[in-house]
């Protein structure tokens, strides 16, 4: 008789009804909320309080540069020695003093001088955003007196520059752009790291629901009338099934959280994502802007959606399946949570060596050799795969890489229903490889 559909229907319910599941499938999305709502409020704080800086100019040729923004006031100051503006900013308590010493071009030369004497004073270190970008506008600003210097127009130097941007096209007309490549590079990572996260945290919680069933001697009674294949599969495709629930609890539970932080208490998330908030600033008031967001938009839809959906969902699936089984087996094969650490490593390793591969290779040539073949070898082929066919692999490589995978997971969920058979009635003695494989021969 087939069991299966009930031991999945028993390990589900099991699972989702848990008193620890149930806190932590609704405790979590309010602690991560919280947390961001509280980064985000601290940079709100951050971004609005407008930073007072005075400039002391003694050359009276920079100070054309400081103009006002929304995060910095600049307070130019003459005629005034150092020691009454260090003073006066004291008094003041402003963010800090800009001090520019006095510099003329030598005589024979028609440069300015190479090391201009600029310092910084304040009452606490300042801001490694603030003080790149004084320096960034004293240096342009040199520069343009230099090349005034020599007889440069700057007005026709700039109407020289040019800006270009290769259009690319395959021999089939299929026309991409570099904002192509990285969407299909996001896209890929995300997928890629979300099956990692998913076998690690899920992977997980399989291997310690058999040890917990394997301690309270529970499966003793289960297994007279149950084959250990079915169970093994029951507890794997049920504990999928309430990972999948949390996580689309949490997805959703999340959103709401984060629109009701925003409107409730007036929390704009995205100031978590713009620390620099003068170029953003900046970079808004670019005319190339909207271009570039029409440009993303576009490239998103430019990609086989269709392709990519499906391939995420049997790759995802079929890579999560081979781990899974493997988690099992280790939670048969051991009596307590600590003796799993000596076969962890192999499980592990496979898949931080295909987030490497997949990150590194991937990124520098999605159809060269080494990511090619990682795509294919079925340990690392699940977030392999799923970062280069964004970038266009052809279907039967895919058929191919899928194929193998599925067959890896037929014979490593055989192999593992060997170890669960044998390692599940086993107590009260830490099992060895060589253990490990007499059973399977068994």
Do not use: C
């Not at 959703?252 to 953003?280: C, H, K, R, W, Y």
């Amino acid at each position: 008789m087939n069991h299966l559909p009930l031991i999945i229907k028993r390990e589900y319910f099991t699972k989702v009804r848990n008193k620890a599941f149930i806190i932590m499938t609704f405790l979590s999305p309010l602690i991560m909320i919280a947390l961001f709502s509280v980064v985000a409020y601290l940079s709100q704080l951050n971004n609005n309080k407008q930073k007072s800086i005075t400039v002391l100019d003694n050359s009276t040729e920079i100070k054309t540069v400081f103009k006002d923004t929304e995060t910095i006031k600049y307070t130019l100051l003459e005629n005034v020695t150092l020691e009454n503006t260090k003073t006066i900013v004291e008094e003041q308590e402003s963010y800090g003093l800009l001090y520019i010493t006095d510099f003329k071009p030598n005589s024979t030369s028609t440069n300015l001088k190479k090391n201009v004497d600029v310092e910084f004073y304040s009452t606490e270190t300042p801001s490694l955003e603030i003080i790149t970008g004084l320096e960034s506008k004293i240096e342009e600003r040199l520069k343009e007196m230099n090349l005034k210097n020599k007889g440069v127009d700057i007005a026709t130097l700039k109407d020289a520059e040019t800006n270009i941007t290769i259009s690319q096209e395959n021999f089939s007309g299929e026309k991409t752009s570099k904002v192509d490549s990285l969407v299909k590079l996001i896209f890929g990572g995300a997928a890629g790291y979300l099956l990692f996260m998913f076998i690690i945290i899920y992977g997980n919680m399989i291997m310690r629901s058999v040890i917990e069933e394997k301690t309270s001697r529970i499966i003793e009674v289960i297994i007279s009338s149950v084959k250990p294949l079915q169970l093994m599969l029951g507890k794997i495709i049920g504990t999928t099934l309430a990972g999948i629930t949390q996580f689309g609890v949490w997805i959703v539970l999340g959103s709401v959280l984060m629109v009701t932080a925003s409107v409730v208490f007036d929390i704009d998330f995205t100031q978590i994502n713009t620390p620099q908030q003068e170029l953003m600033a900046q970079a808004t008031q670019n005319q190339d802007v909207n271009a570039e967001a029409k440009l993303f938009i576009s490239a998103f839809f430019n990609m086989p959606l269709a392709n990519l959906i499906i391939a995420f969902i049997l790759f995802f699936v079929s890579g999560y399946l081979l781990y899974s089984s493997l988690y099992a087996a280790i939670g048969a094969a051991v009596d307590n949570e600590t003796d799993t650490q000596q076969f962890m490593l192999p499980i592990i390793m496979p898949l931080i060596l295909a987030v490497y591969v997949g990150g590194s290779t991937v990124v520098g040539d999605p159809h060269g050799t080494v990511a090619t073949i990682f795509s294919f070898v079925p340990f690392t082929s699940p977030v392999v795969m799923l970062m280069r066919i964004p970038f266009g692999v052809p279907i039967w490589q895919q058929i191919l890489s899928l194929l193998i995978l599925i067959g890896t997971f037929i014979f490593t969920i055989w192999l593992a229903s060997k170890i669960y058979r044998v390692g599940i009635l086993m107590y009260g003695k830490k099992p060895t490889y060589k253990e490990l494989l007499k059973w399977i021969k068994y």
